[in-house]
T-cell receptor, first 113, second 113 residues
Framework: QKEVEQNSGPLSVPEGAIASLNCTYS??????FFWYRQYSGKSPELIMS????GDKEDGRFTAQLNKASQYVSLLIRDSQPSDSATYLC?????????????FGTGTQLKVEL | KAGVTQTPRYLIKTRGQQVTLSCSPI?????VSWYQQTPGQGLQFLFE???????NKGNFPGRFSGRQFSNSRSEMNVSTLELGDSALYLC????????????FGEGSRLTVL
């Protein structure tokens, strides 16, 4: 079982809709979570981080964390074609050697006109 | 502020050869991590360096090694290349090992023939 799991997609949503991306993790020691966006042929770009249970909003993006259910999600409101990319979820644990991040394999999002 | 810089961007090697990749972190960032990205496995953690010391290590064979210099620049080396080493190698920097947010370079795409 992978430590961080994501549905690979593709997830297709119409322009203007809400895109919901989900991620589960197995290590209960995970304390920090991150969402990265990766356009085809480009490197991952950090878009959100979340450390506490609940919601965190930044513009059109909302990250949600539920540590009891070991579940992290990213909501993208008013989806735009430019949001079409692969979204990577990462969880961080601190095994004594610092905050080690483990990435999921990513969910491909397609926003259709 | 300059981002993470990786060189070379593209390279082609043959089986059995070795390769050295270079990474210059964001100014002020003292931690450098290396990841291998392939379509099937996603982002796989190789190792992380901080203050010239390896702080975390992933599950890769000893053919994969790295080092960090006093100016925080890092190199990774892969010896005795195998076809399966063909991948995008990403370097990421962050302020310190206990911070979460990683900032990625554009990557070095290695093709092994």
């Amino acid at each position: 079982q992978k430590e961080v799991e994501q549905n690979s997609g593709p997830l297709s949503v119409p322009e203007g809709a809400i895109a919901s991306l989900n991620c589960t993790y197995s290590d209960r020691g995970s304390q920090s979570f991150f969402w990265y966006r990766q356009y085809s042929g480009k490197s991952p770009e950090l878009i959100m981080s979340i450390y506490s249970n609940g919601d965190k909003e930044d513009g059109r993006f909302t990250a949600q964390l539920n540590k009891a259910s070991q579940y992290v999600s990213l909501l993208i409101r008013d989806s735009q074609p430019s949001d079409s990319a692969t979204y990577l979820c990462a969880g961080g644990v601190k095994p004594g050697g610092g905050n080690k991040l483990t990435f999921g394999t990513g969910t491909q999002l397609k926003v259709e006109l | 502020k300059a981002g993470v810089t990786q060189t070379p961007r593209y390279l082609i090697k043959t089986r059995g050869q070795q390769v050295t990749l270079s990474c210059s972190p964001i100014s002020g960032h003292r931690s450098v991590s290396w990841y291998q990205q392939t379509p099937g496995q996603g982002l796989q953690f190789l190792f992380e360096y901080f203050s010239e010391t390896q702080r975390n290590k992933g599950n890769f064979p000893g053919r994969f090694s790295g080092r960090q210099f006093s100016n925080s620049r890092s190199e990774m080396n892969v010896s005795t290349l195998e076809l399966g080493d063909s991948a995008l190698y990403l370097c990421a920097s962050r302020l310190g090992v206990n911070t979460g947010e990683l900032f990625f370079g554009e990557g070095s795409r290695l093709t092994v023939l």
